[in-house]
């Protein structure tokens, strides 16, 4: 298995109109308005904003439950994911586990391996068609 590239990089945040501003500002990014918004069903909201060929997601939630909000709560803004674009991702999962890597299922494209088996790092795998 070999990773392609880095995907994006997820970034918890309080209020995403102040950080696409702040990231607009300082380095002169510009959001994707074609992708990102709400989605009730993970208590989030997010944009995103490309940086060469990968992008910065900008991820605050909407509810006080699942993993963003606890995120959030525990240790405010600030890096949340690294998202990794592999070329299958069941290639992907097999051979992490192959390899001992505590790795979840992969549904719709993507997988997450654990934290544990990343060095601390919340990890997701992607496939794009």
């Known amino acids: 298995m070999k990773a392609t590239r880095i ?5 918890v ?3 995403i109109d102040a950080a696409l501003a702040t990231y607009a ?7 994707d308005s074609k992708r990102g918004g709400e989605l009730p069903a993970l208590g989030i909201k997010n944009a995103f904003m490309p940086v060469g060929e990968s992008d910065l997601e ?3 939630p909407t509810s006080s439950e699942g993993p963003v909000a606890q995120f959030a709560a525990e240790r405010g803004e600030g890096t949340f994911m690294l998202s990794l674009e592999v070329e299958d991702i069941d290639a992907a999962v097999e051979h ?13 494209g993507v997988a997450f391996v654990s934290m ?5 790092v919340n ?6 068609q």
Request: proline content about 0%.
């Open 7 to 11: 995907d994006h990089v997820g970034i």
């Open 13 to 15: 945040v309080k209020d």
């Open 25 to 31: 500002g300082n380095f002169g990014f510009t959001a």
């Open 58 to 60: 900008f991820i605050q």
């Open 96 to 108: 992490l586990r192959a390899a001992g890597a505590r790795v979840g299922n992969a549904s719709n």
């Open 116 to 120: 544990k088996s990343t060095h601390g």
């Open 123 to 128: 990890l997701q795998l992607v496939q794009r």
